[in-house]
């Protein structure tokens, strides 16, 4: 039987709420402790940290993990505490955490996080172990962490160690999608807004139209997991602050359950929270009792949606973003060809973390295919990086091929 213990050890995970299906986990950045600002530091906490020593009096491990860069091109720094349940019996109701990170290039900015725990009453001759475990985002550089956790007996367990941050040699292109020096805590939510910053418009702009299918990764799990949402909002995140393109029209949708969950048309950009909100709506168990008597439903919404997408906005591209996706009955060839638009290029960003499983074409995959568009498998960061980079090719080159032709006397 699982100790109750396990129902409070997921409530410690260092990242900020997810406005999505799976709950809420907390975090505080503490931008007050930077240079100029007013101290919430505790001098005994100041001393622990500056110190940069070991410290047992509340016996834990802290075990770092190498970053991973993810899907938000931002590297993701872990780590482990184990303890062992009979040392927090006497813990009090409550354990702090607090560490700070600092920047090889920026020591005077260093970035303070804090995270407060609530202790269930435990018995002392339990003999488990509790782990626990904290994330933070960075940037390409090198950081130290100086980390600290916290009874209500002011027993103290103190770490420190150093990471480093960088991009694979072998996927060197993507380093221009990457900040240097970043600290941050985690991205609230997944769906949050692209900045407008990041958006140097240029040139003559692309109008697209992406259709995304939110679905999980795991054919057999009846719910998207954080890291389904994660991946498939990166990917938007990605279109989102490309200069190159002036207007979106989004069809949010799941193929499995039959149901448009959000639309948008010409916006000049993607109301990522809107979104958000949207997808909490979705229940992939349900599907319409109307739609359940259609026969190859699953099919006929794929055909609607896809036919409803280039003729609302007549776009210059049209980009599906979707998980495997293998149904019963593919499109059949008339209706294929009833989606084929001149110089108006197709494309599917295949969100597939394990290509091995399903090495074939999907149902979107067949219909790319036979419409002449590209599929791109996006697997690690970098293939994220390289399809957009040749999907943008493609689009700038058929609305040059466009204007020239309407130029044409």
């Not at 973003?321 to 009955?329: E, F």
């Amino acid at each position: 039987m699982r100790p109750p213990w396990n129902n409070f050890a997921p409530a410690f995970v260092i990242s900020a709420a997810i406005l999505c299906p799976g709950g809420a986990r907390s975090q505080t950045l503490l931008p007050e402790l930077s240079p100029g600002g007013s101290s919430r530091l505790l001098p005994t906490d100041a001393a622990v940290l500056d110190l940069q020593e070991p410290r047992m009096d509340l016996p834990c491990t802290v075990r770092p993990f190498k970053p991973e860069l993810g899907f938000d091109f931002k590297f993701h720094s872990r780590y482990q505490v184990s303890v062992a349940m009979n040392d927090l019996a006497d813990a009090g109701h409550l354990l702090t955490i607090l560490f700070r990170v600092v920047s090889e290039d920026h020591r005077d900015a260093p970035a303070y996080f804090e995270q407060r725990i609530r202790v269930p009453a435990l018995e002392a001759d339990n003999k488990g172990r509790v782990e626990l475990s904290g994330e933070f985002l960075l940037g390409e550089g090198k950081y130290h962490v100086d980390w600290l956790m916290r009874d209500s007996s002011e027993r103290v367990c103190a770490s420190s160690w150093d990471v480093e941050a960088k991009v694979d040699p072998k996927e060197s292109q993507i380093s221009r999608d990457i900040v240097h020096g970043l600290i941050q805590p985690m991205e609230v939510p997944f769906l949050a807004d692209a900045s407008r910053a990041d958006r140097d418009r240029r040139g003559s702009l692309l109008n697209v139209t992406i259709v995304v299918n939110f679905a999980p990764q795991d054919l057999r799990s009846a719910t998207l997991s954080d890291t389904d949402i994660e991946v498939l909002a990166a990917i938007l995140r990605k279109m989102a602050r490309d200069p190159r393109i002036g207007s979106y029209s989004i069809v949010a949708c799941s193929i499995r359950a039959q149901q448009v969950i959000f639309r948008q048309s010409n916006a000049a950009r993607i109301d990522l929270p809107a979104l958000g909100e949207a997808l909490k709506s979705l229940n992939l168990a349900r599907v319409n009792v109307k739609e359940l008597s259609v026969k190859n439903g699953e099919t006929e919404f794929l055909t609607s949606v896809t036919q409803e997408a280039f003729k609302s906005s007549q776009p210059d591209g049209l980009i599906f973003v979707s998980p495997k996706c293998p149904l019963d009955v593919d499109l059949s060839r008339e209706t294929i060809e009833g989606l084929r638009y001149p110089d108006r290029p197709v494309f599917y960003l295949n969100y597939n973390l394990e290509p091995g499983i399903f090495p074939w074409h999907d149902a979107i995959g067949h219909v790319v295919k036979r419409l002449g568009g590209y599929e791109y498998t996006i697997r690690r960061p970098g293939d994220l990086s390289n399809a957009w980079s040749e999907v943008v090719a493609h689009l700038l080159a058929s609305h040059t091929r466009q204007a020239a032709a309407i130029s044409q006397p």
